[in-house]
């Protein structure tokens, strides 16, 4: 990895073994982008890749010259309202009502490692060596801002990651409209564009979409990142697969409202921007203010969708989530949400815990129902204290009686929330989200505290704090359990209410960093409704997030194939539930169950008990299972094989680092009669290996199973028994791959 300045063409060149990325000043001042793509070799000039020509209709820089004009010119961080008329990076409403900017080249730094994003999640190094950034400073000769873009480049993958500062370092306010993390424009538009799209319960299926002149984005305007698009995008050479051509994967580490636009203009040419969503957002910098905007990462693969998607696990993984869990292979719970929703006693959980123990289960977790006035959704949210009518011993007596059965406990919060029924909304009726004179929206009867105030925040910070100091807690579910409305604070000023979405965050984000420094070996697992907030900024505070409130082994493929996309498995939290199915009503064989979660952190959702005696001798069977594979699927390195998206089966498979263990998962939704004999082909073995399938103690190299692959026929074939289990519809293995010595 390196980072050359070449001084005579003034052009940067970032490169590691598998991306280039370069980039020039330009005879205006503004940054032009050269390349982004495959590692070239570096060399002193790039600038013949500044194509200009004259054409009609076109708006000059400068007065007798017919060819500067930023309308055709690639460019790294692109203003508003001059000559260029796409969608820019960054727009300023300054004093005197204008909004023109003219960001020019100041200086540079080029130096090793990765500077921290004050108050926002970033991807962050380690050792020396792991990467090197390169900081350009521009200046706004009017208003006197200074701009720093931020480019990390990693060592390993084709990673970069951006960001970009404002400091006004003139006299006058100004405010901010549009300040984008990320901004690179393409040369050509021959891509298709992969979006990870849904609703509640459905989150992030996979859709693509050609690029054709004119716009494609995504956004949320909800105030979290949305079940609706996930703040991650991708752009294929139409001819890209999973293990071949082009893709280029951006994704945001932030949890708030967002956009992802890809512009492809007249030439052809595509601008990508991501950043916090320009509308609704205004930022006022006072003089002497600055403003960070979010980080945003790209990651460059020139081997297909499986190396973006590993190069994404393994940052994500190693360099975003944090603290003692990281690293661990995550504890196997039961969660009682929908063993018992809110009908629950302090025994009645306690029974719940027992048979769960009992089956090898490590953590026991109590959601939602458990303070204030919480026997139903319409009270108690903000009175984080227990509810002594049903936990007479309070969360404390409960917690020792769990640990008491050799177990460790876990609780469920939703800080960000109050119910109008509650004491803290009595106390505090001004602390929640609302504009003045107008109606203010619930969503599942609550309303949103204003995380934007640090003293709502330190209320709550201090609930929680009382609670896990008092008690023997392990971990947390966080959850979030509506969007925001009538966006407003009454603790800012008019001029300021632009601020509020972004400031909401960073109240949250702040919660989040106190609570992880206070009880640094809390497990916190996020959720917002399932997977309205499973995104990259919240990984670095909670390294797994319940990725859906579907918890049906059939509709879950897909959720968790589309999710493997830029998260990696060990963040997915996935549990086996009753049957039939509480969202969709299915009935799947409990084996499916399992071996759709075991690719995830892997848990119960049900009550054990009420499991025949020998679902529970399975139960105990996949415990242990998941205990002795555990490293390999949620760390190992992880393939997708076959698309839930595009047929009947599905596959994918985790290979442990050293090679010697593969775990393939092979699913199959419909039965089919007399159906064609299939296989499947495998990847990341090592060719030279022998491995055994432990199931049937076949022996094949690993050549084999890569290129003509593993043979997974299992249709009836209309003649088999009516008692034969296996071959049903939902049905599914995991094949169990060991290299022998
Ligand atoms: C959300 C979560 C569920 C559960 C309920 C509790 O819907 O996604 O897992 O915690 O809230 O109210």
Redesign the pocket.
């Known amino acids: 990895m390196n980072i050359q300045f070449h001084e005579t063409t003034k052009t940067f060149h970032l490169f590691n073994d598998h991306l280039s990325y370069i980039l020039c000043v330009l005879e205006n001042g503004h940054l032009g982008q050269l390349y982004c793509g495959k590692r070239i070799h570096d060399k002193e000039d790039f600038r013949y890749l500044i194509e200009k020509a004259p054409r009609p209709m076109t708006s000059y820089v400068y007065e007798n010259d017919r060819t500067f004009s930023l309308e055709h010119i690639r460019q790294e961080y692109p203003v508003y309202g001059s000559t260029d008329y796409r969608h820019p990076a960054v727009e300023i409403l300054q004093d005197d009502g204008s909004r023109i900017s003219d960001f020019q080249y100041a200086a540079h730094t080029i130096f090793a490692g990765k500077p921290k994003l004050p108050g926002l999640p970033a991807t962050y190094t380690e050792a020396d060596g792991e990467a090197a950034t390169l900081r350009i400073i521009l200046k706004d000769p009017v208003t006197e801002i200074k701009l720093e873009l931020l480019y990390t480049i990693f060592a390993y993958g084709g990673i970069l990651a951006r960001s970009a500062r404002f400091i006004n370092e003139g006299t006058k306010p100004v405010h901010l409209l549009n300040a984008m993390s990320f901004s690179l424009d393409l040369p050509d538009k021959d891509y298709v564009w992969m979006q990870l799209s849904g609703a509640w319960a459905r989150e992030r299926h996979i859709i693509n979409r050609p690029l054709e002149q004119g716009i494609l984005s995504i956004d949320s305007m909800r105030g979290n990142s949305s079940h609706e698009h996930n703040p991650f995008m991708v752009l294929k050479r139409p001819y890209t697969t999973e293990t071949q051509g082009e893709a280029l994967g951006f994704s945001f580490i932030y949890s708030g409202n967002y956009r992802i636009q890809a512009e492809v203009d007249t030439h052809d040419t595509t601008r990508i921007t991501v950043g916090i969503n320009p509308s609704g957002f205004d930022w006022k910098l006072e003089a002497g203010e600055s403003f960070q905007t979010p980080e945003a990462v790209m990651v460059y693969s020139a081997e297909g969708l499986n190396a973006m998607s590993q190069t994404f696990h393994r940052l994500y993984r190693k360099r975003l989530a944090r603290g003692y869990w990281r690293d661990r292979p995550r504890p196997i719970l039961n969660n009682n949400?929908e063993a018992t929703y809110f009908d629950f006693t302090e025994d009645r959980l306690v029974e719940i815990a027992a048979k769960a123990k009992e089956c090898g289960v490590e953590l026991f977790v109590l959601?939602?129902g458990w303070f204030g006035k919480r026997n139903n959704?319409l009270a108690g949210l903000g009175d984080w204290f227990a509810n002594r009518d049903r936990l007479p011993n309070g969360i404390a007596g409960l917690s020792e009686r769990i640990e008491a059965l050799g177990m460790k406990f876990g609780l469920?919060f939703e800080p960000e929330m109050v119910n109008k029924d509650s004491d803290l909304y009595r106390a505090h009726p001004d602390w929640i989200l609302q504009t003045p004179g107008r109606r203010t929206s619930h969503g599942r009867n609550q309303f949103v505290l204003d995380f934007s105030r640090n003293e709502v925040v330190d209320c709550i910070y201090g609930m929680m704090e009382n609670i896990l100091s008092q008690s023997k807690i392990s971990y947390i579910?966080w959850?979030m359990?509506r969007s925001i409305t009538e966006c407003y604070s009454a603790a800012l000023p008019a001029d300021r209410q632009g601020e509020v979405f972004h400031r909401y965050i960073l109240g949250v984000y702040d919660l989040y960093e106190r609570l992880t420094s206070a009880f640094p070996q809390v497990l916190f697992e996020s959720?917002a409704?399932?997977g309205g907030r499973f995104d990259p900024g919240l990984l670095y505070y909670a390294p797994q997030g319940?990725a859906s409130?579907d918890s049906d082994a059939v509709e879950r493929l897909k959720i968790q194939y589309g999710t493997s996309m830029c998260y990696p498995i060990s963040s997915i939290g996935s549990h086996v539930s009753v049957s039939p199915n509480h969202q969709v009503l299915r009935r799947t064989p409990l084996h499916t169950r399992a071996n759709v979660a075991y690719f995830g952190t892997f848990g119960y959702e049900l009550d054990l008990n009420k499991l025949p005696e020998e679902e529970l001798q399975e139960v105990k069977e996949q415990i242990s299972f998941m205990k002795e594979y555990r490293e390999i699927l949620q760390f190992g390195t992880f393939y997708r094989l076959k698309s839930p998206f595009e047929g009947n089966e599905t596959v994918w498979m985790s290979v442990s680092e050293d090679k010697k263990t593969a775990l393939v998962g092979w699913y199959r939704v419909l039965n089919n009669v007399n159906a064609p004999y299939t296989r499947v082909r495998l990847q990341g073995l090592d060719p030279d290996m022998v491995y055994t399938d432990i199931r049937s103690d076949a022996c094949h190299y690993g050549d084999e199973l890569m290129n003509l692959g593993l043979l997974t026929s299992d249709a009836t074939s209309g003649e088999v028994s009516r008692e034969e289990k296996d071959c049903g519809d939902f049905e599914s293995k995991i094949y169990i791959l060991k290299a022998k010595e």
């Open positions: 949400w959601d939602d959704d469920w579910k959850d359990n959720c409704s399932g319940w409130d």
